[in-house]
T-cell receptor, first 112, second 120 residues
């Protein structure tokens, strides 16, 4: 059974702070890793994808991947109230089916 | 990013009726689409994988005769909830993957806006 674990939160940070979201996965053969943001009542929106060990930066977002530790994280710098949402970690184990296994999500609240 | 549309965005129906939801990839061809269901305050649950020109692959516990999936073209997949009941009320979301790009496993899923179904 492939599993993706996230702290459900809620994670509360003040505006301007760094929010750190963490995710672990069980399938060591996983190849692709994604972070989605989901606002209440809306569908998920892709934030970041990462495929190799290390950091990947895109604007205020940085994804970090450590395959040896089976750990992927998302850092949000200069957090804004508009970043308040549920963040879903998703993992693809490769192969031809492209299926994603999702974590249950972490609810982030950025306080003004 | 890629654009995926769904129609309708919400639907209310009586128990026992059937409801069809359409999912379209607007700016790329998708040989593979996915259908998810999400209940309040829960994560996404994959229902089935929709493959263009072939039968859908259903996840364990999902009734294929109740949730009919048709993927007749590279840009359209439909989900029909047959004989809907109140317990089928949920948020149904489709996603599409770009076809013919990159190495297997590096494809990205783009989600549609979702369809909220309420069965009375």
């Amino acid at each position: 059974q492939k599993e993706v674990e996230q702290n459900s939160g809620p994670l509360s940070v003040p505006e301007g702070a760094i929010a750190s979201l963490n995710c672990t996965y069980s399938d060591r053969g996983s190849q692709s890793f994604f972070w989605y943001r989901q606002y209440s009542g809306k569908s998920p929106e892709l934030i970041m994808s990462i495929y190799s060990n290390g950091d990947k930066e895109d604007g205020r977002f940085t994804a970090q991947l450590n395959k040896a530790s089976q750990y992927v994280s998302l850092l949000i710098r200069d957090s804004q109230p508009s970043d308040s949402a549920t963040y879903l970690c998703a993992v693809n184990s490769g192969g031809s089916n492209y299926k994603l296994t999702f974590g249950k999500g972490t609810l982030l609240t950025v306080n003004p | 990013g890629a654009v995926v549309s769904q129609h309708p965005s919400w639907v209310i129906c009586k128990s026992g009726t059937s409801v069809k939801i359409e999912c379209r990839s607007l700016d790329f061809q998708a040989t593979t689409m996915f259908w998810y269901r999400q209940f309040p305050k829960q994560s996404l649950m994959l229902m089935a994988t929709s493959n263009e020109g072939s039968k859908a692959t259903y996840e364990q516990g999902v009734e294929k005769d109740k949730f009919l999936i048709n993927h007749a073209s590279l840009t359209l997949s439909t989900l029909t909830v047959t004989s809907a009941h109140p317990e089928d009320s949920s948020f149904y979301i489709c996603s599409s993957i770009r076809s013919g790009r990159g190495v297997s496993g590096t494809q990205t899923q783009y989600f549609g806006p979702g369809t909220r179904l309420l069965v009375l």
